[in-house]
């Protein structure tokens, strides 16, 4: 009895470390961010990564909203699963912070309040290409992606509703489209384009463009960005019908276990110098306005990051779709498995 004592004293005496589940895009946060969270507060980070929405949603379904403490999911699943109840409320009396987002990017139809999300970064989808082997001037047009030369030459994001989302751009219809006929039309687009697709990429799709497997194709401009960092030649242009953009946000699922720690990581991450840290590292505007006072000229003024206002409006971002994405959902199967 005195020996159990003596072995069950230390834990009773310090406690277990508490810790914050993360879960997060692949390559969206520097390490050195979580090692200053983890440094301030004491509390453990357990990181782990996803390379879709879908995945995402997938498994924070499966568990119920159980197991991770924040999720990252872009604005039209914020929507999807605010609506099927898998996010908890944010407390905003635990954010000291808040008012350093940019207001430009709150209170949208996706979160109405904010009630369910914390703006994390936004960014565009558009087209990267290797100046070496590809014309600027054969690049300025989504429908410039059919082009015979780019046959087996195209990188494209391994997502359902970018993929189809080109295909409803390029014959004038929205990206955020539910008629059924138009997203069949879409499909029907993309088909033609697969000859030219070498390979769709969820996880890393600016890794195609630097080992010279591919040329060109559809890309996260933060993938484009931190391709460009290594490899120059790599470079990002919006398409003259206009990109797809799209905001991503930090959410607490609705039966997340650590709520207190999942504050006090998002909190920390309003830090201007904390925002400015992720986005020289990910290559996506912050939705931190207070963090722009703290970044380099150079950064600021790159198209890449922050695309003129112009550029933007030309643009849409994206939003839920509703019912329609079973529509979206049965068209990319096919698309994927060539029936």
């Known amino acids: 009895m005195i020996i159990a004592l003596i072995v069950f004293l230390p834990a009773i005496a310090f406690g277990a470390k508490s810790s914050v589940y993360v879960y997060n895009w692949t390559e969206y946060m520097p390490d050195e961010v979580i090692a200053a969270f983890e440094k301030e507060t004491g509390i453990k980070v357990v990181y782990s990564t996803y390379e879709s929405n879908e995945s995402m949603y997938a498994k924070v379904k499966l568990l119920k909203g159980k197991g991770y403490d924040l999720i990252f999911p872009s604005t039209y699943f914020v929507h999807k699963m605010r609506k099927e109840g898998l996010l908890a409320p944010v407390d905003r009396s635990k954010l000291t912070r808040f008012n350093n987002l ?3 990017l709150l209170d ?3 979160d109405p309040g904010n009630l369910y999300s914390i703006p994390y970064v936004w960014g565009s989808t558009a087209i990267a290409y290797n100046q070496d082997h590809v014309k600027r001037e054969n690049v300025v047009s989504w429908k410039d992606l059919w082009r015979p030369e780019f046959e087996n030459r195209l990188v494209m994001n391994d997502d359902l509703r970018e993929v189809l989302g080109i295909g409803l751009i390029v014959n004038g219809f929205s990206v955020n489209d539910t008629d059924p006929d138009h997203i069949k039309t879409a499909f029907e687009s993309i088909k033609t384009l697969m000859p030219n697709i070498r390979v769709f990429s969820g996880d890393s799709p600016k890794q195609p463009l630097m080992n010279l497997e591919v040329y060109a194709g559809m890309i ?5 960005y931190m391709a460009s960092q290594e490899f120059p030649a790599i470079q990002y242009t919006y398409p003259r019908e206009g990109a797809i953009f799209w905001v991503d946000s930090m959410c607490i699922p609705k039966n997340a276990k650590n709520v207190d720690a999942a504050h006090r990581f998002i909190d920390f991450i309003l830090k ?8 020289e590292y990910v290559g996506y505007a912050p939705a931190n306005s207070a963090a722009m006072a703290l970044m380099d000229q150079e950064l600021k003024d790159n198209p890449m990051i922050f695309p003129d206002p112009s550029i933007v409006e030309k643009g849409e971002f994206q939003t839920d779709v509703g019912d329609a994405i079973l529509i979206y959902e049965r068209y990319w199967e096919q698309l994927k498995t060539g029936l």
């Open 220 to 224: 996260w401009n933060g993938e484009a």
């Open 102 to 104: 940019d207001p430009l």
């Open 272 to 279: 201007p110098e904390m925002a400015k840290l992720i986005c």
């Open 108 to 110: 949208k139809p996706y």
